[in-house]
């Protein structure tokens, strides 16, 4: 069984502030991670992906990769009140045909105006 | 492009019915998954098809089935219901070609509130 681990929140920074979260996965072979950022009562809406170990950036957001260490996180630079929801880590699994995504228990973040 | 449709949106249903949920993925999209979200468990994996195929199956009884058509819209269905399957269930819809690649995001539908009473 896949695990995949987020820092428990929640999380509550100041407007123009950097958020931090990360994530850990314990399936060495894992190939693709994704950011997802849930506000209450709606669906997941993919914010970040990335496939090679570093940084990737878009925008006020920047996802990070190590493999060595199973770990993946995610930086909201000048967090505004609207980056105020549950984010969700997703990890795909180590077979080449394992189509499926493992999610994390999501990270609640509340930036305070 | 329009996104991933999901519906009802809203169901409400009794103990021992079956429910049958209708996902239509994004144009040009062939994989559909199929997501249980439930605030004690998160979410969870149920299915995914592509090209009409189930390639992966997640941890649900049998009861918890599924098909896509060759227009890959897909169907999911739950038999004998029981309260515990109320959740929100969502569906995916992706280019599903390759993991590790910019085909392999998967897009959310705004998923179908199933009540079971």
């Known amino acids: 069984q896949k695990e995949v681990e987020q820092n428990s929140g929640p999380l509550s920074v100041p407007e123009g502030a950097i958020a931090s979260l990360n994530c850990t996965y314990s399936?060495?072979?894992?190939?693709?991670f994704f950011w997802y950022r849930q506000y209450s009562g709606k669906s997941p809406e993919l914010i970040m992906f990335i496939y090679s170990n570093g940084d990737k950036e878009d925008g006020r957001f920047t996802a990070q990769l190590n493999k060595a260490s199973q770990y993946v996180s995610l930086l909201i630079r000048d967090s505004q009140p609207s980056d105020s929801a549950t984010y969700l880590c997703a990890v795909n699994g180590e077979e080449s045909n394992d189509y499926k995504l493992s999610f994390g228990a999501g990270t609640t973040v509340t930036v305070r105006a | 492009k329009a996104g991933v449709t999901q519906t009802p949106r809203y169901l409400i249903k009794t103990r021992g019915q079956q429910v049958t949920l209708s996902c239509s993925p994004i144009?040009?999209?062939?994989?559909v998954s199929w997501y249980q979200q439930t605030p004690g468990q998160g979410l969870q994996f149920l299915f995914e098809?592509?090209?009409?195929?189930?390639?992966n199956k997640g941890n649900f009884p049998g009861r918890f089935s599924g098909r896509q058509f060759s227009n890959s819209r897909s169907e999911m269905n739950v038999s004998t219901l029981e309260l515990g399957d109320s959740a929100l269930y969502l569906c995916?819809?992706?280019?599903?070609?390759?993991?590790?690649?910019?085909?392999?995001?998967?897009?959310f539908g705004p998923g179908t509130r199933l009540t079971v009473t």
């Open positions: 995916a819809s992706s280019l599903g070609l390759q993991p590790g690649t910019n085909s392999y995001e998967q897009y």
């Open positions: 399936d060495r072979g894992s190939q693709s």
């Open positions: 098809y592509f090209s009409e195929t189930q390639r």
């Open positions: 144009s040009g999209h062939r994989s």
